[in-house]
């Protein structure tokens, strides 16, 4: 029995998926509602997607646009600062490492913290610039700036 092409099409491309989800939520419990919502809308969208599309574009406009509306309802509610915010790390050191990393991308725009978190998820700078709508020499720039701003955010 073969499997569903949107269930092949979500699991192939779940990385965008979760990149897009760390972009937006610092919680894991958000990530994964955000997640939830994007595949929702993604099968919603499913009818009118083109296959001549690249389908990681696809998916990625559809998944920052639910990121985008998942945000802006969020900013209408009252934040909470969950217990076991620390969840990605097992090491202390590491933790707390990651976790000032963490914070740091967050203060950033968001279209700033879409870009990093592809960069470290390992996406390379053409297909960053082709999910992002810029070009890769635009990427390459803003790699640049971003990285500028991490800095100086480190050392005042």
Not at 21 to 42: G, K, M, P
Not at 115 to 124: A, E, P, S
Not at 129 to 150: D, F, P
Request: charged residues 30%; hydrophobic residues 40%.
């Amino acid at each position: 029995m073969t499997q569903h092409p949107f269930l092949t099409l979500v699991e192939k491309h779940s990385a965008a998926i979760d990149a897009v989800c760390r972009s937006f939520c610092h919680r894991r419990e958000d990530r994964e509602d955000l997640r939830q919502d994007i595949i929702v809308n993604l099968w919603q969208g499913w009818q009118h997607y083109r296959p001549q599309a690249k389908a990681v574009t696809w998916v990625w406009r559809v998944a920052v646009n639910t990121g985008i509306s998942w945000w802006r309802h969020r900013k209408r509610q009252v934040e909470t600062t969950a217990i076991d915010r620390l969840d990605f790390a097992e090491d202390l050191t590491d933790r707390e490492a990651a976790e000032r990393l963490h914070e740091l991308v967050g203060r950033l725009p968001q279209r700033d913290r879409q870009l990093i978190q592809l960069y470290l998820d390992g996406w390379k700078q053409g297909e960053i610039g082709e999910m992002l709508g810029i070009s890769e020499t635009n990427v390459q720039t803003r790699m640049a700036r971003i990285k500028a701003k991490l800095r100086k955010m480190i050392t005042p």
